[in-house]
């Protein structure tokens, strides 16, 4: 065992199975030179507490709702890497997140709700490693109605 899955298993998470893809044409990570850029994620959420699958944020879920479901949505990036790199422990840090809410009008805490991926990454890969560039957007829709959708960028070892 790897030990960034160690550590997740310290901080109380197991990695859950990839996402499946619905179409052939592309797939959760795509690996150029030393950077891993992973497609953006938000569907088939493991079930952690507090996670919701579908509705809006500031609607039909709390901040706090959004920020345990863009964690899940963070594990899940963490599911397709090792599925792509094998070992986890070649991801030496993470470089950008880029989270889209789904949003109810007139809320404006994106951030907030997008806080719950790079608290985790910040947690799993520590303040060197975890620290990273980011944006945090507001959507009227997301894909088949989720609240939260991720991809970012992962420097390699």
Same mark, same amino acid.
């Given at each position: =065992? &790897? ?5 997740? @298993?310290? =901080? ?13 044409? @592309?797939?959760?990570?795509?690996? %150029?030179? &030393?950077?891993?850029? %992973? &497609? *953006?994620?938000? @569907?088939?959420?493991?079930? #952690? ?9 500031? !609607?039909? #879920? ?14 899940? =990036? ?11 422990? !070649?991801?030496? !840090? ?6 889209? %809410? ?6 404006? @805490? ?7 991926? &790079? ?6 890969? *520590? ?6 560039? !980011? ?16 991809? *970012? ?5």
């Amino acid at each position: =065992m &790897s030990t960034l899955e160690t550590k997740l @298993r310290q =901080m109380g998470y197991t990695i859950p199975p990839p996402f499946r893809f619905p179409n052939p044409n @592309r797939t959760g990570c795509v690996v %150029v030179g &030393s950077i891993v850029f %992973v &497609s *953006g994620h938000g @569907r088939d959420l493991p079930l #952690l507490p507090n996670v919701k699958h579908a509705g809006k944020v500031g !609607r039909d #879920l709390t901040i706090e709702e959004g920020y345990a479901t863009a964690r899940a949505v963070a594990l899940s =990036m963490l599911a397709s890497l090792k599925q792509e790199l094998g070992d986890l422990d !070649r991801i030496k !840090r993470i470089v950008r997140l880029f989270g889209m %809410v789904n949003v109810a009008p007139g809320f404006d @805490r994106m951030p907030q709700v997008i806080d719950g991926a &790079s608290d985790f990454f910040y947690e799993l890969l *520590g303040p060197q490693n975890g620290q990273h560039a !980011r944006s945090a957007v507001g959507l009227a829709e997301l894909p088949h109605g989720i609240p939260v959708e991720i991809n *970012g960028e992962f420097e390699l070892r």
